[in-house]
């Protein structure tokens, strides 16, 4: 079992940043995928950033070149960098991480971006 516990959400105005982390603990000995994903208020959950083991990232199309995902393997974090925020940001971050087949999710992360 692996418990995902996320911080650094909040309320900024459009144009600024937050850092978002993930910290992992328990039954860890191989997280290849770790992700971020949002979900704001009546839309589906959709995927924000991602990043392997091996260091290989991916964006969605709405954040690429603001949001910046980075991952601490020894520590067993990952975070979420975002900038030049937008009032569309506004969403419940959550955390997943994969491992051996077994998804797992924090409990989410709320990000309040103001115009």
């Known amino acids: 079992q692996v418990h995902l516990v996320e911080s650094g959400g909040g309320l900024v105005q459009a144009g600024g940043s937050l850092r978002l982390s993930c910290a992992a603990s328990g039954s860890i000995f191989s997280i290849n995928y770790m992700a971020w994903y949002r979900q704001a208020p009546g839309n589906q959950r959709e995927l924000v950033a991602v990043?392997?083991?091996?260091?290989?990232?991916d964006y969605a199309d709405p954040v690429k070149g603001r949001f910046t995902i980075t991952r601490d393997n020894a520590k067993s974090m990952v975070y979420l960098q975002m900038n030049s925020l937008k009032p569309e940001d506004t969403a419940v971050y959550y955390c997943?991480?994969?491992?051996?087949?077994?998804?797992?999710w924090g409990q989410g992360t709320q990000v309040t971006v103001s115009s």
């Open positions: 990043i392997l083991s091996g260091g290989s990232t």
């Open positions: 997943n991480v994969r491992q051996v087949g077994v998804n797992y």
